[in-house]
Nanobody
Framework: QVQLVESGGGLVQAGGSLRLSCAAS????????MGWFRQAPGKEREFVAA????????YYADSVKGRFTISRDNAKNTVYLQMNSLKPEDTAVYYC???????????????????WGQGTQVTVSS
């Protein structure tokens, strides 16, 4: 079992920045890949970013590339999502997810991930 707890969401003006954190517990954090997804009202959950177990491989959705940065600190069992130049269309609930079984083969797929956090709300005002 893995427990994931997100934090760092909030209300920010367009052009601003936020850093989300996701603290993991329950299994060896450095052994599995992690991802961030988001879900806006009335829309499906969508991929945002993912990072391999060692941090050497990173993946981004086209909509956030160049603005968001995913990173991880295996000593702190935490994955981060630095979000810069935020836009109103980034407004959503953001979820972190852990991929224990899939080995990071399909990091952009929702069904690749085995455990999910409860989500943190990000609201970007125009």
């Amino acid at each position: 079992q893995v427990q994931l707890v997100e934090s760092g969401g909030g209300l920010v003006q367009a052009g601003g920045s936020l850093r989300l954190s996701c603290a993991a517990s329950g299994r060896t954090f450095s052994s599995y890949a992690m991802g961030w997804f988001r879900q806006a009202p009335g829309k499906e959950r969508e991929f945002v970013a993912a990072i391999s177990w060692g941090g050497g491989s990173k993946y981004y959705a086209d909509s956030v590339k160049g603005r968001f940065t995913i990173s991880r600190d295996n000593a702190k069992n935490t994955v981060y999502l630095q979000m810069n130049s935020l836009k109103p269309e980034d407004t959503a609930v953001y979820y972190c997810a852990a991929d224990l079984v899939g080995g990071g083969q399909n990091p952009r797929r929702v069904d690749e991930y085995d455990y999910w956090g409860q989500g943190t709300q990000v609201t970007v005002s125009s």
